[in-house]
């Protein structure tokens, strides 16, 4: 097996050599560093994802859906192929056998394939949501997402299993253990081919065409009606006759809703394109790399340009959860609720407890357990029960994500 099919160490995804990496001290401080510092940020980012949406009753929406699949696969590249490096950087030889080769390998290459289709899915939703709003009713459910996702997973969890049959261990010139390909580069071709093809220059033409029609009605024209739309309006019609001034003082209520809504569509929408932009910039230099060096003779090896394309991909894979919490405030305030939780149940059992008692003594002293003053210790109690319940599911946000 030749040096140069190193860089398509699926592990790796680099093409260095072992000789001119491991005895670079500075490089292999830098890449241990920047790897570990990337993938802890993705790892912990991506896990609150999911338990922010999991957790939280009005986040449990049909794009929510399509980003926790997002944070999954997100999850399994970090792991699968982050992790992985930093040992083989650290050890300079691989340290996970036979079966540590292929299971690493597929499930790099599962979650690299998952996160470009979760991308394609929330696209497809958002577009139908925005643009077909009448359709959306019956179509972007959670349920339906549940269904979709599922649909992607099994689908790429086939495909990759041909990663199996491709890779292998080998012991170099050096006597270090690798985990790479069994076949030469001229074999693997159509397969790289197939995945630039499939998982990144299918779901970017397709974003760039969904999120211009997105553009153009979301920006540039109202919004479609929804189909209850009509009956809305007979209905305040008929309402204006009854009570002509009680609906005009329901006029700017209605406004504000309209523009929280227009606002809420845009707010999500730019955060979901952001989204994507970073995933096409940032998995571009090492997609378009693979491609070139497919084609030479002699592969371009530089050790720390290989490291930045490296870099690049566990960024992608780590920067969406920084992306809702900048740009979503719902996202933003469940990830200060997630992280404040134990410390809200404390307090909110305190002032239950302060509060019953306070009641409790107040009665006993001005009334001497007379019974009559004892619905002020029961209103008291439902207040505190109340105040007891407010929990994620009692705020109201304008954000639809």
């Given at each position: 097996?030749?040096?140069?099919?190193?860089?398509?160490?699926?592990?790796?995804?680099?093409?260095?050599?072992?000789?001119?990496?491991?005895?670079?001290?500075?490089?292999?401080?830098?890449?241990?560093?920047?790897?570990?510092?990337?993938?802890?940020?993705?790892?912990?980012?991506?896990?609150?994802?999911?338990?922010?949406?999991?957790?939280?009753?009005?986040?449990?929406?049909?794009?929510?859906?399509?980003?926790?699949?997002?944070?999954?696969?997100?999850?399994?590249?970090?792991?699968?192929?982050?992790?992985?490096?930093?040992?083989?950087?650290?050890?300079?030889?691989?340290?996970?056998?036979?079966?540590?080769?292929?299971?690493?390998?597929?499930?790099?290459?599962?979650?690299?394939?998952?996160?470009?289709?979760?991308?394609?899915?929330?696209?497809?939703?958002?577009?139908?949501?925005?643009?077909?709003?009448?359709?959306?009713?019956?179509?972007?459910?959670?349920?339906?997402?549940?269904?979709?996702?599922?649909?992607?997973?099994?689908?790429?969890?086939?495909?990759?299993?041909?990663?199996?049959?491709?890779?292998?261990?080998?012991?170099?010139?050096?006597?270090?253990?690798?985990?790479?390909?069994?076949?030469?580069?001229?074999?693997?071709?159509?397969?790289?081919?197939?995945?630039?093809?499939?998982?990144?220059?299918?779901?970017?033409?397709?974003?760039?065409?969904?999120?211009?029609?997105?553009?153009?009605?979301?920006?540039?024209?109202?919004?479609?009606?929804?189909?209850?739309?009509?009956?809305?309006?007979?209905?305040?019609?008929?309402?204006?006759?009854?009570?002509?001034?009680?609906?005009?003082?329901?006029?700017?209520?209605?406004?504000?809703?309209?523009?929280?809504?227009?606002?809420?569509?845009?707010?999500?929408?730019?955060?979901?394109?952001?989204?994507?932009?970073?995933?096409?910039?940032?998995?571009?230099?090492?997609?378009?790399?693979?491609?070139?060096?497919?084609?030479?003779?002699?592969?371009y090896l530089d050790p720390?340009?290989?490291?930045?394309?490296?870099?690049?991909?566990?960024?992608?894979s780590a920067i969406n959860?920084?992306?809702?919490?900048?740009?979503?405030?719902?996202?933003?305030?469940?990830?200060?609720?997630?992280?404040?939780?134990?410390?809200?149940?404390?307090?909110?059992?305190?002032?239950?407890?302060?509060?019953?008692?306070?009641?409790?003594?107040k009665d006993g002293v001005?009334?001497?357990?007379?019974?009559?003053?004892?619905?002020?210790?029961?209103?008291?109690?439902?207040?505190?029960?109340?105040?007891?319940?407010?929990?994620?599911?009692?705020?109201?946000?304008?954000?639809?994500?």
């Amino acid at each position: 097996m030749e040096n140069s099919s190193k860089f398509d160490s699926p592990t790796n995804i680099s093409l260095a050599n072992h000789d001119i990496v491991f005895s670079m001290n500075e490089y292999k401080a830098i890449s241990v560093f920047l790897v570990l510092f990337i993938c802890g940020i993705g790892i912990i980012g991506n896990i609150m994802v999911v338990l922010v949406v999991f957790t939280t009753r009005d986040m449990r929406t049909p794009t929510n859906c399509y980003l926790v699949s997002l944070a999954v696969a997100d999850l399994m590249v970090l792991v699968a192929a982050g992790l992985p490096n930093v040992s083989d950087s650290l050890a300079g030889t691989w340290i996970y056998g036979h079966a540590g080769c292929l299971g690493i390998t597929y499930f790099q290459y599962l979650g690299i394939n998952a996160s470009s289709c979760s991308i394609t899915a929330f696209t497809v939703e958002r577009y139908i949501a925005i643009c077909h709003p009448m359709r959306a009713k019956t179509v972007c459910t959670v349920s339906r997402a549940k269904r979709i996702i599922a649909i992607v997973w099994i689908f790429t969890s086939i495909y990759c299993m041909f990663w199996f049959f491709l890779v292998d261990i080998h012991v170099n010139k050096s006597q270090q253990v690798e985990c790479g390909y069994k076949v030469s580069r001229n074999l693997y071709l159509p397969i790289y081919l197939a995945d630039f093809a499939i998982f990144y220059v299918t779901p970017l033409l397709v974003a760039t065409i969904l999120y211009g029609l997105i553009g153009r009605i979301l920006f540039l024209s109202p919004i479609p009606q929804h189909p209850e739309s009509t009956t809305e309006r007979w209905r305040e019609k008929s309402s204006k006759e009854k009570n002509e001034s009680e609906t005009e003082g329901n006029k700017p209520s209605n406004r504000l809703k309209t523009k929280g809504a227009l606002s809420s569509r845009k707010q999500v929408t730019k955060m979901l394109a952001v989204v994507v932009v970073l995933f096409a910039l940032l998995w571009m230099p090492y997609r378009t790399l693979v491609l070139v060096n497919s084609f030479m003779d002699k592969p371009y090896l530089d050790p720390w340009f290989l490291l930045f394309c490296r870099i690049c991909v566990y960024a992608n894979s780590a920067i969406n959860p920084v992306i809702y919490n900048l740009m979503s405030q719902k996202f933003r305030t469940a990830f200060k609720r997630l992280c404040k939780c134990g410390h809200e149940e404390t307090q909110r059992r305190s002032m239950y407890m302060t509060t019953t008692s306070y009641s409790m003594v107040k009665d006993g002293v001005n009334t001497g357990g007379d019974t009559k003053d004892k619905p002020t210790l029961e209103k008291t109690n439902i207040i505190a029960k109340q105040t007891n319940k407010a929990g994620p599911e009692g705020d109201l946000y304008y954000s639809v994500v």
